[in-house]
């Protein structure tokens, strides 16, 4: 299976980084896409990922939390990242309203020039999205027919959101946030309406550790080779079995990237 979003950067990995990568292969991980957030962390994970050859690949782009840190809307940083092979999508990016860690006016501008690099390069998006579904979508909108794809990460959003998401052919990115039966409760309840050739799944590591593993981690950093307990709790809500949905989005995941 894929782990389509992995912080492998993060300094929570850095004491042990390669025995979480040798867990994540045991667990029956068979690559994972790790995620670029700034302009510090996405050459960090370009890097990370020719570590792990043929395993790992990694995304190119800037968080909406740090987008009040890009100066250059042409991204040319990301840009001459875009260019090595190992990194197979722009983002992570998008628009956060949530926290508002940027101005609402950047994060929407350095959103749009993502997108215009992503056409330009016939690239996929790696998109994140908070409490902002309709200047998300506003921004997006015009930029799907130019882009060979476009998966949202993470999906938190309602039942309504998730159908305008699914109408402009977003694929849907679930991690372990439907292990939640408190949190997770609505996000549980539309899991079933994703379509099979849309669906993807994700660890979001180190963050969203599975509530309801047992036994519970004496850490509360998530990893990869949680991504097995993952899947089969979307299985039982989707009440498919558990190997054909890791197949089918592991076939998602290959295409959507290229891998």
Same mark, same amino acid.
């Given at each position: ?10 300094? @929570?990995?850095? !004491? ?34 020719? &570590?792990? %050859?043929?395993?790992?690949? +990694? ?8 987008? *009040? +840190? ?8 990301? &840009? ?23 101005? @609402?006016?950047? #994060? ?7 997108? *215009? ?17 309709? @200047? ?9 027919? !130019? ?40 996000? &549980? ?8 050739? /849309? ?6 590591? %180190?963050?969203?550790?599975? &509530?309801?593993? !047992?036994?519970?981690? /004496?850490? +509360?950093?998530?990893? %990869? ?18 190997? #054909?949905?890791?197949? #089918? ?11």
């Amino acid at each position: 299976m894929i782990d389509i979003g992995v912080n492998l950067t993060s300094s @929570r990995f850095d !004491k042990d980084r390669d025995d979480v990568v040798m867990r994540a292969k045991n667990a029956g991980i068979t690559a994972m896409v790790l995620t670029g957030t700034d302009l510090d962390s996405s050459p960090e994970a370009a890097a990370l990922a020719l &570590r792990y %050859p043929d395993f790992a690949y +990694s995304t190119a782009g800037v968080h909406p939390h740090d987008a *009040k +840190s890009v100066e250059d809307l042409s991204l040319p940083s990301i &840009r001459t990242l875009a260019m090595q092979p190992q990194v197979v999508a722009i983002g992570e990016c998008g628009l956060d309203f949530n926290r508002d860690f940027s101005p @609402r006016p950047q #994060q929407e501008a350095v959103f749009d020039a993502h997108l *215009k690099l992503a056409a330009e390069l016939n690239m996929p998006v790696f998109l994140h999205c908070r409490d902002a579904h309709e @200047r998300f979508m506003a921004i997006l909108t015009p930029w799907l027919d !130019k882009l060979p794809g476009a998966v949202l990460h993470c999906f938190t959003g309602s039942e309504d959101e998730l159908n305008a998401c699914l109408e402009a052919g977003l694929y849907i990115g679930i991690t372990g946030w439907v292990c939640d039966e408190r949190r997770g409760e609505a996000l &549980r309840e539309i899991v079933p309406l994703i379509p099979d050739d /849309k669906l993807m799944i994700e660890t979001d590591a %180190p963050y969203l550790l599975p &509530r309801d593993l !047992k036994p519970k981690p /004496k850490s +509360s950093r998530n990893e %990869p080779s949680y991504l097995p307990h993952i899947a089969n709790e979307i299985a039982l809500l989707r009440q498919q079995d558990a190997e #054909q949905l890791i197949a #089918q989005s592991t076939s998602n995941a290959r295409r959507f990237f290229g891998l």
